[in-house]
């Protein structure tokens, strides 16, 4: 059951062949005689807007998406899918108000604008953090989420599994930020295609169980089977509500959650860093288009497992070796029933997930590492050629380093929601310091390194701060922690500006003038659009 079938093998290893010679054939084709940081960093001013907008899904989808996020669909639903469609309006917001004033100021990485803004005390503080966060927290869970997955559906073993995921991935990472983006456009294509076959698939099996007249008329059938995993807010009670606790996925905690993944992480911006402004604003409203997609792909096919489980299918199959449901095993159980090619496409789309967030990881671990630690600290007088050379070898230390420690996370339960909550310790401060950064120039060093020291043991006290719901003792709901957190970071960095001395006369403001923010008729068009299916879908499932 769990392996895949010659044809299958011959489906992916024509995936593999496609994505590698495109990879080599960009690589050649664009490659200058002489190759700087910024053109094999940022790729500058070479991708397109619809390789831009590609490249950012394909680093942001990975395994815990299609294996984590469909589990989520099979425990609590379709409102795991806020996380997916929230994003699509936040993207709006960045492009118009974030990436301005990035390209403006010709910043290329996100430590560069806290060493402009701010100083190097804080630039270094951070730049040192996402290095660890990104290789010992994101490299590594996407390194053993991915083999888990791969080992899963194939029956490969797991430590082969992730051998081979680093060899894809290098192929395509050190060819730089060009070969990503255009092979970034192959991978989310498999990965689209592949996932709206499996989501079909699965529809397809609920009809035939079920005995709906067709495809179509499934969708109604699983709202009438599954009614509440059909609801986007939970309410104080549910036993979801911790996770998703209501009314803020849409006003609170996800935005702060959101703006700062999508409008100050390196991983994220870099794509658009090297453009034009027209042409990186439309690579992301792309971007916030094949947003409001992901659910369909990952969440539907979740729900589908659930109705059919609570109907007595794939009782076995569904269980750990305790006996215990275990939600996460729901995406590969449904790929494993899909037949002979469209099972390879399925499991290319997964691979394309995985190895396209690896490589856009790695690109920005090289960026960071080259550009605000090595030539800034180790070797200023350092040639283009030598900085290049830098980049891909801590592309491979990084990449030895996550494959070590990746086995390391069998030892913990719920890998990508321990993931999610313990990177949100510093996301509240790290917003705000952007966030004041951005639209208020008198905000100091002083606050910015405040808000940089007390994120954590905030966030930790909030964790541990219970809190009343319907006359029990809970803790605080994970995106509430964040509301509070941001909060009381933003008023504490107001009150240590106003009493910073340096504050009336601070010079490290940004270049900020109205006109930045002006967006054309066709941007405008295609936000309206989005804002208003984004409307629809929470009206409808309110």
């Not at 079938?5 to 593999?16: G, I, P, W």
């Not at 795991?80 to 709006?92: H, K, N, V």
């Not at 070969?179 to 699965?202: E, H, N, P, R, S």
């Not at 390879?344 to 090289?366: E, M, P, Q, R």
């Amino acid at each position: 059951m769990n392996h895949l079938s010659a044809f299958d093998y011959a489906v992916f290893l024509m995936y593999f062949i496609i994505v590698s010679a495109y990879g080599y054939w960009v690589y050649r084709s664009k490659k200058k005689k002489r190759t700087d940081t910024k053109d094999y960093f940022l790729a500058e001013g070479s991708l397109t807007w619809w390789a831009i907008g590609a490249s950012i899904i394909a680093s942001n989808i990975s395994a815990e998406h299609f294996i984590g996020m469909s589990g989520s669909g099979f425990a609590m639903g379709l409102a795991i899918a806020s996380y997916e469609w929230m994003a699509a309006a936040t993207l709006i917001i960045v492009a118009i108000f974030f990436l301005p004033i990035y390209i403006k100021n010709k910043i290329y990485t996100m430590p560069q604008f806290l060493s402009n803004r701010y100083n190097n005390t804080v630039s270094t503080l951070m730049a040192v953090f996402w290095l660890l966060v990104y290789v010992f927290v994101n490299l590594t869970s996407i390194f053993f989420l991915g083999a888990i997955a791969i080992e899963t559906i194939t029956g490969v073993p797991f430590n082969i599994c992730i051998i081979f995921l680093a060899i894809f991935s290098a192929i395509i990472t050190l060819g730089g930020m060009k070969v990503i983006g255009y092979t970034d456009v192959i991978q989310v294509f498999v990965l689209v295609a592949g996932g709206l076959i499996t989501c079909y698939m699965a529809l397809k099996l609920v009809s035939e169980k079920l005995d709906a007249p067709s495809v179509l008329a499934s969708l109604p059938l699983l709202r009438s089977e599954a009614s509440d995993h059909f609801h986007m807010i939970f309410s104080k009670g549910d036993k979801f509500y911790s996770e998703l606790p209501g009314i803020a996925v849409l006003v609170g905690g996800l935005w702060i959650n959101n703006l700062n993944y999508w409008g100050c992480n390196q991983y994220i911006v870099q794509r658009a860093l090297g453009a034009d402004l027209k042409t990186g604003r439309n690579g992301l409203i792309f971007a916030a288009f094949l947003k409001l997609l992901i659910p369909v792909i990952v969440v539907i096919p979740g729900i589908a497992a659930y109705v059919l489980y609570q109907r007595g299918y794939f009782h076995s199959e569904m269980l750990d070796a305790a006996g215990t449901v275990k939600p996460d095993h729901a995406y590969p159980v449904l790929m494993n029933l899909l037949p002979a090619g469209i099972k390879g496409l399925a499991f290319a789309a997964l691979t394309a997930a995985i190895v396209a967030s690896l490589a856009g990881k790695c690109n920005s671990i090289a960026t960071i590492f080259t550009l605000d630690i090595y030539k800034k600290f180790i070797k200023p007088e350092a040639s283009e050629i030598r900085l290049v050379s830098v980049g891909r070898w801590s592309v491979v230390i990084a990449s030895l380093i996550a494959i070590v420690i990746a086995p390391a996370l069998r030892s913990f339960d719920q890998v990508y929601q321990f993931i999610q909550e313990y990177v949100g310790f510093i996301s509240p401060g790290v917003f705000a310091i952007f966030l004041l950064g951005f639209f208020w120039k008198k905000t100091t060093s002083r606050a910015a390194l405040t808000a940089a020291l007390l994120t954590i043991p905030l966030s930790t006290l909030f964790k541990f701060l219970p809190t009343v719901t319907n006359g029990a003792i809970a803790p605080i709901p994970f995106l509430n922690r964040m509301s509070w957190v941001f909060m009381i970071i933003i008023g504490l960095m107001i009150v240590v500006t106003l009493t910073d001395p340096k504050s009336k006369d601070n010079p490290q403001g940004l270049e900020i003038d109205s006109s930045m923010f002006k967006v054309t008729p066709a941007f405008t068009i295609a936000s309206v659009i989005i804002c208003g299916i984004l409307a629809a879908l929470y009206t409808v499932f309110w």
